[in-house]
């Protein structure tokens, strides 16, 4: 050694960086990914590959030309954005509009409020809403899956969350929660499986990326609040397993409403944004216009998120 | 359940590679530079002049004011000269220069190794040994030993704490210390916690040195049974976490309760001192023997398994001495550092000479300690959730970045203990620490202005 490097404490660092937690993100996501094309086959195949080259292609082109900043691409955190809408859409997205989704999300949710950490609403979120309002028929087209396996005969090209606000509780009847935990029901690509999802949430808590508080608040507002409801009257309002398990709950309460930038900072305000976020899912899919509601109750949430921020703090040693 | 502190904290690699390595005599050197500022407080006055005869263990420095400390000479020879030279961070200090002749004690100190287990009676006479004798604490302040073992009038201490956490990674000269001086240890423990008038003592060590908390145990066990004194001290396994030897850490660990902010630890009826102030407080009163050695760690992941030491070293020795006899310095180490990892500095100057609370040479690749570099904030909470003071680094990153004192302030950056797991943690390489260091700083200043008006 010639010179001795000299710097403030402390002198080593962690291992985790914010590419390896994107990373691991993507990781988590993966089982999800998997079942989705093996039951959507090729033609969600393209929907992802659309998602995330565009993501990652716009956020590249507007860091480079627009911004003028070093390039944020390595940092995956567009990859996981592009992972995330494509899973929000249904498998016969037409290119064109998922392309349409990335922009809004990378280049109007992300990039104008100035990059990852700044954005005050979930990216993939905005981008799924966006395409929802805008081209409507697309976004409910649950066509019928030709992908490498699955039990197609049962497959009846509806959410069921769909079904149940058009025909009742009475129209579920004859669903198996068997299907909802594996993957024989429509939906979005990554609704097909609640215990691929299941198994992305032990991935990130087993790897501390994330903290269990906000997707346990979630689940636990939903199952209380449609339980309270369903135990009142069973014959109009659906009960918890069913609400648990159906939509894009688990999704959502894992892998959107956790992310980093847009949720509160402390455990307090994520327990309080995670009742909020099962509060409005439930006031929509029981009482509103659309059969599903964790996309607009995230987005909701989001927007309280720096109050949240401002209302909770840690908890400080020797301060009562 | 294991004991451990409620708030925070990180789990580093442990690196404990030089855990078995016995300590081990430094021989003298032909000279040392033996500093005046070796305490927390003023600089001690220098009461020698160039050319005098000085034995080992005399004073050569009286202190200046009640936050002081005696200095005493740790080898015999004549004074060459006094005035500034370079301390570890390049700053000058004055040092006492001294050539080395022979190796003659001044008078009074019980070199041998004969354990005295008789405590004095008179708590006055302890106290005034452990002053004159130039103890402080060890474990990383040095703060002088006696002040904190009187409480002020009307405080109480409850419980005696001694840290043999020693939760920074590599660090094992207070393990080494627990394997081979338990008694002595333990010995200074009653000492002081007769000093305190009574109070219970107990020994904290994490669960990472199962051979340590059986030596003590056994130590605690032996002098119960064959003296007087000793009884209400007991052995405490912590559960392995950083920063655990931090005193508010340890208080909230051991006796479950915080110290108010900007309060002392005596508020909530604590006395904290290392395990190796202990060992000085029995050699000062037991021994009359002043504190001019003390234990120190040579080790880092790129030094040979046989260049690992512990050495027990005289203060003024350079540390380059020390690196040399240990080795050398091995190529690929990019910084040297003086104490843990996590709270040591890095050494500026090599030349520099051992002080009473020097613990450590570690030696760090770059590949291991040069920082990342710095990202945006994804607002992960990592920082947050590392903090043991419950503080939210982001933010105080954000208000200091922006002068916003009132707010930093709000915010408790005063409360920040440096410990480092918020720099540590961040997954963006944010400067966190250095940055609310800074911050911190200009708070205490509006804080203690306030307090003078």
């Known amino acids: 050694m010639d010179k001795l490097l000299v710097s403030p404490s402390p002198h080593l660092h962690t291992k985790t960086s914010t590419k390896s937690l994107m990373r691991d993100v993507v990781i988590a996501l993966l089982p999800a990914v998997v079942v989705s094309v093996l039951f959507y086959g090729w033609s969600e195949l393209l929907v992802l590959g659309v998602s995330v080259a565009s993501c990652i292609l716009l956020e590249y ?18 990859a996981v954005t592009g992972v995330l809408l494509a899973l929000n859409l249904p498998s016969s997205t037409p290119w064109w509009v998922v392309f349409i989704g990335a922009v809004v999300a990378v280049g109007v949710a992300k990039m104008t409020f100035g990059g990852l950490g700044q954005n005050l609403f979930n990216p993939a979120l905005v981008g799924r809403v966006f395409l929802l309002i805008s081209f409507p028929t697309y976004m409910t087209d649950w066509a019928k899956p030709n992908g490498f396996i699955g039990n197609f005969d049962a497959f009846t090209g509806a959410t069921p969350l769909g079904i149940a606000k058009e025909g009742g509780v009475a129209a579920i009847e004859s669903m198996d929660y068997m299907d909802m935990l594996f993957c024989n029901i429509g939906g979005s690509a990554g609704e097909l499986s609640a215990l691929a999802l299941l198994a992305g949430f032990v991935y990130l808590l087993v790897r501390r990326v994330i903290r269990p508080y906000i997707t346990l608040s979630i689940l636990a507002t939903v199952a209380v609040f449609s339980g309270i409801f369903w135990a009142i009257n069973p014959a109009e309002f659906t009960d918890p397993l069913f609400n648990l398990l159906t939509g894009g709950l688990l999704l959502g309460s894992i892998f959107m409403a956790t992310d980093y930038v847009t949720s509160p900072m402390s455990n307090l305000g994520g327990i309080v944004f995670g009742i909020g976020i099962g509060v409005i899912t439930m006031l929509i899919r029981y009482f509103g216009a659309y059969p599903e509601g964790v996309s607009f109750a995230i987005l909701i949430m989001n927007s309280v998120v720096p109050l949240l921020n401002k209302w909770f703090h840690t908890k400080k040693y020797g301060r009562a | 359940m294991m004991k451990t502190f409620s708030i925070g904290g990180i789990h580093p690699s442990d690196s404990k590679i030089s855990k078995d390595c016995k300590i081990e005599v430094l021989p003298v050197p032909s000279k040392v530079f033996i500093s005046v500022a070796q305490h927390l407080g003023a600089p001690a006055t220098p009461i020698v002049k160039a050319g005098d005869v000085v034995k080992a263990g005399q ?37 006492i220069e001294i050539d080395v002749e022979g190796d003659e004690w ?3 100190i019980d070199l041998t190794d004969t ?28 703060f002088p030993a006696h002040v ?42 009653a000492i002081m916690k007769q000093v305190l008038g009574g109070c219970p003592a107990v020994i904290g060590i994490e669960e990472n040195k199962p051979e340590a908390i ?17 009884e209400g001290i007991s052995v405490m396994t912590l559960k392995k976490k950083y920063p655990q030897g931090g005193e508010k850490q340890l208080i909230d660990a051991v006796m479950k309760r915080q110290v108010k902010s900007m309060g002392l630890p005596i508020d909530v009826g604590a006395v904290v001192q290392n395990v190796a102030t202990s060992l000085a407080v029995y050699e000062a009163v037991q021994k009359n023997m002043p504190l001019v050695t003390n234990v120190m760690t040579i080790t880092g992941d790129c030094l040979p398994m046989e260049n690992q030491h512990n050495y027990k070293f005289r203060i003024g020795m350079p540390l380059s001495y020390i690196a040399e006899v240990a080795g050398g310095i091995p190529e690929s180490a990019a910084k040297v550092i003086s104490g843990g990892p996590m709270m040591g500095k ?108």
């Open chain 2, 115 to 142: 354990l005295v287990t008789a405590i004095p009676e008179d708590n006055k006479e302890i106290l005034e040994k452990i002053k004159m004798n130039g103890v402080v604490g060890l474990g990383g302040a040095t």
């Open chain 1, 61 to 78: 082109l507007i860091t480079k030309y627009l911004l003028k900043k070093s390039c944020t691409v390595c940092d995956w955190s567009a």
């Open chain 2, 346 to 453: 890095a050494i500026a100057n090599l030349d520099a000479t051992t002080v009473k609370g020097s613990s450590s040479l570690l030696y760090l690749t770059a590949e291991q300690t040069v920082r990342g570099v710095e990202s945006a904030c994804i607002r992960c909470g990592k920082c947050a959730e590392a903090c043991p003071m419950g503080l939210e680094p982001f933010l105080l990153n954000k208000y200091a970045r922006n002068n916003m004192m009132d707010e930093l302030e709000e915010n408790a950056v005063q409360d920040c203990i440096e410990c480092g797991c918020c720099l540590y943690s961040c997954p963006a390489n944010i400067p966190l620490l250095d940055i609310i260091r800074l911050a911190k700083g200009d708070v205490i200043k509006i804080i203690r202005g306030r307090g003078q008006r």
């Open chain 2, 214 to 230: 059986k030596a003590m145990t056994a130590a605690v066990a032996e002098l119960q049974k064959t003296a007087k004194g000793y």
């Open chain 2, 106 to 108: 001044a008078e009074g």
């Open chain 2, 148 to 189: 904190k073992l009187c409480p002020p009038p009307g405080k109480k201490a409850d419980c005696l704490i001694l840290n043999g956490a020693e939760c920074e990674p590599y660090l094992t000269s207070d393990y080494r210390i627990m394997l081979e001086r338990s008694k002595e240890i333990v010995v200074g423990a």
């Open chain 2, 59 to 95: 004073v050569i420095a009286e202190p200046a004011g009640f936050i002081s400390a005696y200095v005493h000479s740790s080898v015999s020879g004549t004074v060459k000269s006094v005035g500034p030279r370079k301390d570890i961070a390049g700053n000058n200090m004055t040092h």
